[in-house]
């Protein structure tokens, strides 16, 4: 009975965390007006992805329409199930250093299996409660880490946007630079005027402050500057729907398909083996942990903007499940997007709806638009990406932080910049984590002190044959080999030792330990512990350090003088004043 009362309770947990957001909008309301602002909100990030999603996906190294499947199915389900209001999930520039690779090593296949197994891997953080997870990352480490992701991907467009000839798939970043080095002869200059004019017109249009979205406005003068080029000059510029072909049935066609995702079993798939599996876990895990880091940071400033509240747990759930469906619809990874989840606000929506329309209406554009799309050129493309890792980097504010962090900061941030940059996310997540934690313990360790007060402390001044130590801080394995190395040190002369624990915030096993040696270092001697905290009362009873015959635990100064005059026959230097 209780096994199914528990069960029962898990299913109502899971079942309250999702369509949070959607039930918190219509609590508040809703009405004509604010359907209208949703569904131009809608409508105008929809515009924002079309080409957002093919650029991310062509990126990884899949197709374009990939990345407009992920738009319309995980933008969908996220928007539908989660628990930000205002959150847009699609593709995101941020996955594109972890999943290159993967698409290199593994295929489409294996991308898809990845993508699958990081959302279960959401969907468990938000089931259990995780979703604060993104509070002890290190501000130093997400912006040394982004900020390294916004330059990779910008220097991964220089091959579309210059039209260069690169031979063979460099994976590694310094195989990379030396591939387009040596490629850089091949340079395209139909494609590099393309790509530039596509970047300034963004650049100016972004200036303007204008409703309509710098993407579209730069895209679209791309392509039209590549079809009069691709006329009037002798010089080519490569068309989206030169590069990429798709099979339907017995039909062959350029661009992308002009219907709508289709259902993929995926365990048909070569890569659906327990062998892959494995060795995609650490790629999933760090997918899972960048997607939960982008989402909940998204929700954040979302919320900042909006002055509204979202459930973390809530929109774990709903990009875990977005992520473990998306896949069998030919998806890529998914989270939400903070450029597109801004111009969203801006445009004024008011509810998740403005989510689920704008998965629509990028189906609905993909069904009526496909065959234009095939004119989109390759490196409009690759400089509206570059504009992309340009804004994700927040390259001004990287170089101030430089300027006023403090030193050990400032370490942790380009140790995170360089390993993302030379090796991958994996690495430099992993060390700028380990790092950032050894020099917190460092610093938390450093604000542990001992000090002999018993000349100068008002109301713990026995005379100079008992010594008393003041103890400030937290005891524990960084900090407790400093403060008892102090304490083995008293000389054997002494009557009594005093030790005023007052101040002593916690104690763990290894201070403990530490605390141990240092009581048999002074064994001949009386140790008295004086204005113990409860907690840590009962860690040090726990352990039995109170057992040893030399320790006395005291809970005054007026029960501590008493005892020192019994046993000196005289009375203290000063009266208890407390």
Not at 66 to 91: D, E, M, Q
Not at 165 to 179: D, N, Q, Y
Not at 356 to 383: E, K, Q, T
Request: hydrophobic share 55%; glycine share 8%.
């Amino acid at each position: 009975m209780n096994t199914y009362f528990l069960c029962a309770n898990k299913r109502r947990g899971f079942v309250v965390l999702i369509f949070q957001a959607l039930s918190q909008s219509w609590k508040q309301g809703y009405s004509l007006s604010k359907f209208r602002a949703d569904l131009v909100s809608g409508i105008t990030v929809g515009i924002v992805a079309i080409p957002l999603g093919m650029a991310l996906a062509i990126a990884v190294g899949v197709p374009p329409q990939h990345g407009l499947y992920t738009v319309i199915v995980a933008g969908f389900l996220a928007a539908l199930l989660g628990g930000s209001r205002f959150n847009i999930t699609g593709p995101t520039a941020a996955f594109v250093v972890i999943l290159l690779p993967i698409t290199q090593k593994y295929g489409l296949s294996g991308l898809m299996l990845a993508t699958m197994m990081s959302g279960i891997i959401l969907l468990l953080m938000g089931i259990f409660r995780l979703g604060q997870l993104v509070a002890y990352v290190p501000y130093p480490v997400t912006t040394g880490f982004t900020a390294g992701i916004g330059f990779v991907i910008a220097f991964l467009q220089l091959k579309d946007l210059l039209g260069l000839h690169v031979l063979g798939s460099p994976i590694h970043f310094p195989e990379k630079v030396m591939a387009y080095s040596h490629a850089i002869s091949t340079t395209n200059y139909a494609d590099a005027l393309v790509g530039i004019i596509t970047i300034m017109t963004f650049i100016g249009w972004a200036k303007l402050k204008t409703r309509i979205p710098p993407h579209l406005v730069s895209l679209f003068v791309g392509t039209v500057l590549a079809l009069v080029v691709n006329h009037f000059s002798l010089e080519h510029v490569t068309l989206l729907g030169e590069k990429f072909t798709y099979t339907i049935g017995n039909i062959i066609g350029h661009g992308i398909p002009q219907e709508a995702p289709q259902f993929l079993p995926l365990w048909q798939s070569n890569n659906f083996n327990w062998a892959t599996v494995i060795e995609l876990m650490p790629s999933a895990l760090t997918i899972a942990m960048l997607g939960c880091i982008e989402s909940l940071l998204c929700a954040v400033v979302a919320d900042g903007m909006t002055s509204t509240k979202h459930n973390p747990n809530a929109e774990l759930v709903g990009q875990g499940l977005a992520n473990i469906v998306v896949p069998f619809f030919g998806g890529i990874p998914a989270t939400a997007a903070i450029a597109r989840t801004a111009t969203n606000i801006r445009s004024g929506a008011f509810s998740p709806l403005s989510g689920i329309i704008h998965a629509l209406f990028v189906l609905a554009a993909m069904m009526v638009l496909a065959p234009a799309l095939s004119y989109v050129p390759m490196s409009a493309l690759a400089g509206l990406l570059i504009m992309v890792a340009w804004n994700m980097s927040e390259a001004p504010h990287f170089v101030h932080t430089l300027k006023v962090a403090p030193r050990r900061d400032v370490a942790v941030l380009m140790t995170c910049f360089i390993l993302t940059i030379a090796f991958d996310m994996v690495v430099a997540v992993i060390v700028g984590l380990l790092l950032a934690g050894v020099l917190f313990i460092q610093r938390i360790a450093s604000l542990t002190t001992v000090t002999i007060t018993h000349d100068k402390h008002p109301h713990l001044n026995f005379g100079n044959d008992v010594v008393v130590y003041d103890i400030n801080g937290p005891l524990f394995f960084a900090a407790s080999e400093k403060a008892f190395s102090v304490i083995e040190q008293t000389n054997m002369a002494t009557r009594a030792v005093v030790l005023d624990f007052s101040d002593v915030s916690t104690i763990d096993i290894t201070a403990i330990h530490a605390f141990e040696l240092a009581l048999d270092r002074l064994s001949a001697l009386p140790v008295y512990l004086l204005g113990v905290l409860p907690h840590v009362e009962r860690k040090l009873e726990h352990a039995g350090v109170f057992e040893l015959a030399n320790l006395h635990l005291v809970h005054s100064i007026t029960q501590l003088q008493q005892i020192l005059v019994v046993n000196s026959g005289i009375a203290p230097h000063q009266e208890s004043t407390l």
